[in-house]
């Protein structure tokens, strides 16, 4: 299918357990981000990448690690897991500076 | 730092009403303007991108306005039905990167 997918859609995993979520984009849209969305808080950036193998950090990078080795997949995982990782995250994917962005459905992400 | 602010956080009102929705953001100095819509448990589905070099755009019966000096945005939504109930949220793109940041949203309640 064309678009932006997010896999698993939800996820429960335990305190301190290593745990990915997966983003595949079939645009092969050069810009990928990672956001989490929290109540109070809106929507806030983890990471983005502004090609293959180029990453940086956003506002809330800590307990995080990307990857993007192919333009279409931009992974996010969660090293250690932890309560406060709990949240619902979206990633999304842009093709150039002045064009929109657009999202996956998120996965929602527990940890117990 | 760029701040984001959406009033009112929540509102309701009957179907047939227009509505405006506001967006304001504290630096001027933004590329463009995109407004997302958010229903319950789904991902965000892009509305209207406006540059920074226009004044508004219009889908349908939504436009959306920019005053980058003053610092705001609108969502028009003329004659509202209850299929307009969602969260609707701003997201401005700001300096050198492709980074969005978020307003914390609307949430649109249109009562049939």
């Known amino acids: 299918d064309a678009g932006i997918t997010q896999s698993p859609r939800y996820k429960i995993t335990e305190t301190g357990r290593q745990v990915t979520l997966m983003c595949h984009q079939t645009?092969?849209?050069?810009?990928m981000f990672w956001y989490r969305q929290d109540l109070g808080h809106g929507l806030r950036l983890i990471y983005y990448?502004?090609?293959?193998?180029?990453?940086d950090k956003g506002e809330v990078p800590d307990g995080y690690v990307v990857s993007r080795s192919k333009t279409e997949n931009f992974p996010l995982t969660l090293e250690s897991a932890t309560r406060s990782q709990t949240s619902v995250y979206f990633c999304?994917?842009?093709?150039?500076?002045?064009?929109?962005?657009?999202f996956g459905q998120g996965t929602r992400l527990t940890v117990v | 730092k760029q701040e984001v602010t959406q009033i009112p956080a929540a509102l309701s009102v009957p179907e047939g009403e227009n509505l405006v929705l506001n967006c304001s953001f504290t630096d001027s100095a933004i590329y463009n303007l995109q407004w997302f819509r958010q229903d319950p448990g789904k991902g965000l589905t892009s509305l209207l991108l406006i540059q920074s070099s226009q004044r508004e755009q219009t889908s349908g019966r939504l436009n959306a306005s920019l005053d980058k000096s003053s610092g705001r945005s609108t969502l028009y939504i003329a004659a509202s039905q209850p299929g307009d109930s969602a969260t609707y949220l701003c997201?401005?793109?700001?300096?050198?990167?492709?980074?969005?940041?978020f307003g914390t949203g609307t949430l649109l309640a249109v009562q049939p």
């Open positions: 990448s502004a090609a293959a193998d180029i990453t």
């Open positions: 999304a994917s842009k093709s150039q500076d002045y064009t929109e962005a657009f």
């Open positions: 997201a401005v793109r700001g300096g050198a990167t492709n980074k969005l940041i």
């Open positions: 645009w092969s849209h050069s810009y």
